[in-house]
């Protein structure tokens, strides 16, 4: 099973938001701003967007500004950088996580020149807002299949961050395709309630691991489940998530879903 | 023996060492507090920890001076604090705070470069055989050095702060810096010791995480476990056994909410996250309740500067 199962869920949101942006204002330049909720250096969902955001910097070059800020609590804080990105001049602000769905659609009605691209939501109250999405679920259905093949125990495992649509919709596609390959699958959910929390989803993943679950998949930013599945020694499998996490393939990393936001 | 699908051996056994980052920092700056100062910022220096051991341990390749390393950057940053507060008598809230974002910066700046890179493995303290006993075996021999230095250094502490000269000099600095000053004690030098033991254990605690517990560096690593063990210090009442009692169970309630999960209890999430504060609460209003107005045990110079010439 070293075969690498590259699911690249790309979404071509950024562009085409990007370029409608642009031209539809007549602007010479764009200036671009990304509000992160984790740090760029976690190694999966944050890092996979700075990616795009870099990656839009090379494609349309001195057409284009970006800026971003890491690591921007959900909640009001969050409505304080977005209020200070529009008031800085940026023209397109991409808010990277669904708890900014509020925010975003507060501050968008106070800028009504700016546009907002929310990640992952369900709320477009202003005409100046839209959401994007990737099928995120489709790269779950394949780690679904692949947990209720490999499975030993039949015990699989899934480390939610939030209940909101999107992770949800991980964890229905997950299970319904491991179930259809191994009908005795049992899935058990942890949620951590946290984004990004290395210690807390190691833990997570410990406690699976301790109640016999041997394959984990999981739905934060961070690389710490797949730590916790390499110290079994090759018992316990588990899934890349958001980006490649490359660094375990050798070990419990059979697949990954990478997300690639980039033009 | 299992309770609702929950095997409470495997519990205690993880809880020990979920709780190793916190209960380290805690009784560093249980030490810290003693002496009279309030260092706030724990976080800060457990991050700094987590990071300057991470790097260490990968170019060395060893763990043991992987954690070395922690204590030394924790320290040194420690040391930051010690001068603005103890030489230059800043605000010691404003200074522990900036303390705590200058670390979390730094880190992230210093640990470009180190993401996705497995420090090398820190196992188990003793042999297998003691390890694969029933009961005893998980919860007494089943852990790695540092999960049995934190509980040593727990009963070092509670003997030095009860029962030697140093304690006593210690405690005298916090109580009342100006009589420590009378008999001619150096507040202000003892204090700074006193910091930079604080900063060491902190980080030793954040390289718990980087190198063990997580192990592999990200930015924001500790991700506000120092604000926890900030709390423990004062549910602690100042005092080390009390240090671990608490330790235990924040770090306990964290694994049991995650395990009660996994088995599929019905218990919502939110009651046990809010149970350890809920307790802390409960037991300062306990505490303080029986000694009619007398602060629950906090030394009573916490967070004032001392100079000489007062």
Excluded at chain 1, 126 to 146: C, L, M, S, W
Excluded at chain 2, 249 to 265: E, M, R, Y
Excluded at chain 2, 295 to 308: E, V, Y
Aim: overall charge neutral.
């Amino acid at each position: 099973m070293k075969r690498r199962n590259l699911l690249a869920t790309a979404a071509m949101g950024l562009t085409l938001a990007f370029g409608g942006a642009a031209s539809a204002q007549g602007m010479d330049k764009v200036k671009a701003c990304f509000v992160y909720v984790g740090p760029i250096g976690d190694g999966g969902w944050t890092y996979q967007h700075h990616q795009g955001a870099l990656a839009v910097k090379e494609e349309f070059g001195d057409k284009v500004e970006i800026q971003w800020q890491e690591s921007v609590p959900e909640g009001a804080d969050s409505e304080r950088v977005l209020t200070q990105m529009a008031l800085g001049g940026c023209n397109i602000i991409f808010t990277t996580s669904f708890g900014y769905m509020d925010p975003t659609n507060a501050v968008a009605a106070k800028f009504p020149d700016v546009k907002f691209e929310h990640a992952t939501g369900f709320k477009r109250e202003h005409p100046n807002v839209t959401t994007y999405n990737a099928r995120f679920y489709e790269g779950r259905a394949v780690q679904g299949h692949i947990a209720g093949k490999m499975t030993k125990s039949n015990k699989i495992g899934y480390i939610g961050s939030f209940p909101i649509p999107e992770v949800v919709m991980g964890i229905n596609s997950y299970y319904l395709h491991a179930k259809k390959v191994n009908p005795d699958v049992q899935l058990s959910v942890v949620w951590a309630f946290t984004w990004f929390d290395p210690a807390k989803e190691a833990d997570a993943a410990k406690a699976l691991i301790d109640q016999g679950v041997d394959v984990i998949a999981s739905h934060t930013d961070s690389t710490a489940p797949l730590a916790e599945a390499a110290k079994t020694n090759g018992a316990v499998i588990g899934f890349g998530q958001a980006s490649d996490m490359a660094e375990y393939k050798d070990g419990p990393r059979v697949s990954s879903i990478i997300d690639n936001w980039a033009p | 023996m299992d309770f609702g699908g929950i095997n409470p051996v495997i519990l205690i056994a993880t809880l020990m060492a979920s709780a190793v980052p916190i209960l380290l920092a805690a009784l560093g700056e249980t030490v810290v507090e003693r002496a009279g100062v309030l260092n706030l910022g724990v976080e800060g220096m457990m991050v700094i920890g987590a990071l300057g051991g991470f790097i260490v341990a990968v170019h060395s390749g060893s763990p043991l001076l992987g954690f070395l390393g922690g204590a030394v950057a924790g320290a040194l940053l420690s040391l930051i604090f010690a001068a603005l507060t103890q030489v230059f008598l800043a605000n010691q809230v404003a200074t522990g705070l900036a303390l705590t974002l200058f670390g979390l910066g730094v880190s992230s700046l210093g640990g470009q470069g180190y993401n996705g890179i497995k420090p090398p493995a820190t196992g188990q303290l003793l042999p297998d055989a003691l390890a694969k006993l029933p009961v005893v075996g998980p919860i007494v021999f089943g852990h790695d050095w540092v999960v049995y230095f934190s509980i040593f250094m727990t009963a070092a502490l509670w003997w030095v702060l009860k029962a030697t000269r140093i304690g006593l000099i210690i405690r005298a600095v916090g109580e009342s810096h100006e009589a420590a000053h009378a008999l001619g004690y150096k507040v202000n030098r003892i204090r700074l010791m006193c910091i930079a033991f604080g900063g060491a254990m902190a980080g030793i605690g954040g390289a718990y995480l980087s190198l063990i517990r997580v192990p592999q560096w990200v930015d924001g690593i500790t991700a506000g476990a120092g604000w926890i063990a900030l709390a423990i210090v004062v549910f602690a009442s100042w005092k080390p056994w009390r240090v671990l009692l608490g330790a235990w169970l924040f770090g306990g309630i964290t694994v049991l909410q995650l395990n009660l999960q996994v088995a599929g209890s019905g218990i919502p999430v939110e009651y046990l996250s809010m149970a350890p504060y809920l307790i802390t609460i409960l037991v300062l209003v306990i505490m303080s309740a029986g000694r009619r107005g007398k602060a629950n045990g906090a030394p009573a110079s916490l967070g004032q500067n001392f100079h000489a010439s007062r």
